[in-house]
């Protein structure tokens, strides 16, 4: 198959997808199941066999307490050569104070197969808020593991803003979080005033993350933040922002609301986007019950500036 050529959806009724290219070769892949109930993987030699992966589920909601509702976003990561699947959960799915109650979690898995392994749960990640918290990732940069992720300020109007921290260890924050984004633009504030789903990307002198923003309907869509490799990532001035979004709906080719991405590459070394849309503007009801934000794939290019080029969303093929 040619990699440009891969199915639209890729997987259906999975959202916010991240696919980890390990160095076994294999793809690992984990996403938000319409139920909210669960956290599962599925594995593969290459992503076009990932829709025929089974998926295996290794770990349940619990039946009350702060794990027990609203299992959002996971996301599978190695560090030290152990994995770790970060997610987000609520107590409830009442809304309180205008949002759900969500906050970080992480699991852990010291076995070589984390679809067979054994899976315990490392608990909560402590920020400087005790708020709404929710799509954490991590990454290396010269040494150093930092966490990222979305979060709600009570005194910043709106529902969540990005920061950026350390890590003392793969569950635990390390000195004082910074704030790398809030919504400002008109396309951030569109149904809800949003910065979320959070991805790292590194190319040529820069360390790139794309972000989500405003509703999850049509409105759904990437901004991207970009600092310069050598510079001090925990000082909110090396970072920029982009003035537009950067992946958006497109109405020529029937896809709406793009966004929730990670990042992966193909066999031959190409990245990839990986990114949740939904084929249909018309929900009934509230967007997040809404199952059909599907898993998608493309890849993608780079400008003569070294800045990301995704194009558009293209129109689903079987």
């Known amino acids: 198959m040619n990699p440009h050529q891969w199915p639209n959806p890729l997987i259906e009724q999975r959202a916010d997808p ?14 938000s199941v319409p ?7 599925r594995r593969a030699d290459s992503l076009e066999a990932l829709p025929l992966a089974t998926p295996v589920t290794i770990w349940l909601k619990h039946e009350r ?37 969500h906050r970080m979690f992480v699991l852990e898995c010291a076995d070589s197969d984390p679809l067979t392994g054994n ?18 990732t991590q990454f290396e940069h010269q040494g150093r593991h930092y966490y990222l992720w979305a979060q709600k300020d009570p005194a910043i109007p709106g529902n ?6 350390e890590m003392e260890n793969p569950w635990t924050l390390k000195g004082t979080p910074i704030m790398l984004s ?43 933040l970009w600092a310069n490799r050598d510079s001090n990532l925990l000082n909110p001035t090396s970072w920029h922002k982009s003035q537009q979004p ?5 109405w020529s080719n029937g896809q ?4 929730h991405n990670s990042f992966t590459q193909t066999e031959t070394g190409e990245d990839v986007l990986v990114y949740h849309a939904r084929s249909n503007s018309k929900i009934e009801g509230d967007p997040l019950y809404d199952p059909n934000r599907h898993t998608r794939i493309k890849t993608f290019g780079w400008d003569p500036r070294g800045m990301p080029v995704f194009g558009e969303p293209p129109a689903d093929r079987r």
């Open 160 to 165: 969540s803003n990005l920061y950026l921290a």
């Open 256 to 259: 709406f609301g793009p966004g």
């Open 18 to 31: 991240f696919i980890l290219r390990h160095s076994d070769g294999q793809y690992y892949f984990t996403a």
């Open 35 to 41: 139920e909210y109930d669960r956290l599962e993987i």
């Open 182 to 224: 809030k919504p400002e633009l008109p396309w951030e504030m569109r149904g809800f005033n949003v910065n979320e789903g959070p991805a790292v990307i590194k190319h040529g002198e820069r360390i790139l993350i794309t972000y989500s923003a405003s509703a999850t309907d049509e409105n759904y869509c990437i901004g991207l």
């Open 65 to 101: 307490g702060p794990l027990s509702a609203l299992i959002w976003a996971p996301e599978l990561h190695v560090i030290n050569g152990k994995w770790y699947l970060y997610f987000a959960a609520a107590p409830t799915e009442a809304i309180k104070d205008g949002l759900f109650q």
């Open 119 to 136: 899976w315990i749960e490392k608990g909560r990640i402590y920020t400087q808020f005790d708020t709404f918290s929710l799509d954490a």
């Open 246 to 250: 950067v992946f958006a709906t497109s």
